[in-house]
């Protein structure tokens, strides 16, 4: 049985630009196999959005909350959002 599929947008706020944190979180995103994508937000923000099976956007979401090794991640807010099947893979913007 397979977990069903879901979507979350996610804001991270702290030190979390010029920490790898978008690299980093590619690099986990693709091994789990989920798409979506990342960037850097003007506020100094980092901005995402994971798309796959549950339990692996869940674990994606919490990897935020601790973010690349040289990241101080401040608070991390979490918003469903519908699926999209036009996704496809997981890139940085």
Same mark, same amino acid.
């Given at each position: @049985? ?10 991270? $706020? ?6 790898? %944190? ?8 693709? $091994?789990?196999?989920? $798409?979506?994508?990342? +960037?850097?937000?003007?506020?100094? @923000?980092?901005?995402?959005? %994971? ?8 674990? @994606?979401?919490?990897?935020?909350? +601790? ?22 893979? %997981?890139?940085?913007?």
């Amino acid at each position: @049985m397979t977990d069903r599929i879901c979507r979350k947008r996610v804001l991270i $706020s702290g030190r979390v630009q010029g920490v790898g %944190f978008r690299w980093y979180a590619h690099e986990r995103a693709s $091994s789990l196999g989920l $798409s979506g994508w990342i +960037r850097n937000l003007p506020d100094r @923000m980092v901005e995402a959005v %994971f798309q796959g099976e549950e339990a692996l956007v869940d674990d @994606m979401v919490e990897w935020c909350r +601790r973010g690349s090794p040289a990241a101080s991640v401040k608070s991390v807010t979490v918003r469903d959002e519908p699926v999209s099947h036009a996704e496809r893979g %997981f890139s940085v913007e």
